[in-house]
């Protein structure tokens, strides 16, 4: 079992940048891929960016590739999503999400076991 908290959401300005971090309880976070999603009102849930087990593999959706970077710190239990450049499209609720075992980095929401709550973040033009 793993609960997960997100911090660090908020309003900023376009392109300025904001860190989101997700804490993760439970001695096996290590060896959970993890996952950030985000929610925009009236639209569906969408793929952020994916990191595995040992933090040396990452995905990201092409709407966020080279603003966002996601990583994590497997000795503090945390993920993190660092991003620059902030557009007013990126305002959303942000998850993290975590996906047991070892397999490959995966997109599809269905696949993640453990949600977080969600952060707001909201980018003003």
């Known amino acids: 079992q793993v609960q997960l908290v997100e911090s660090g959401g908020g309003l900023v300005q376009a392109g300025g940048s904001l860190r989101l971090s997700c804490a993760a309880s439970?001695?096996?976070?290590?060896?959970?891929?993890m996952g950030w999603f985000r929610q925009a009102p009236g639209k569906e849930r969408e793929f952020v960016a994916a990191?595995?087990?040992?933090?040396?593999?990452?995905y990201y959706a092409d709407s966020v590739k080279g603003r966002f970077t996601i990583s994590r710190d497997n000795a503090k239990n945390t993920v993190y999503l660092q991003m620059n450049s902030l557009k007013p499209e990126d305002t959303a609720i942000y998850y993290c999400?975590?996906?047991?075992?070892?397999?490959?980095?995966?997109?599809?929401?269905?696949?993640?076991?453990?949600w977080g709550q969600g952060t707001q973040v909201t980018v003003s033009s």
């Open positions: 999400a975590a996906r047991s075992g070892f397999g490959p980095l995966t997109t599809y929401q269905y696949d993640y076991n453990y």
């Open positions: 439970g001695r096996t976070f290590s060896s959970y891929a």
């Open positions: 990191i595995n087990w040992r933090g040396d593999s990452t």
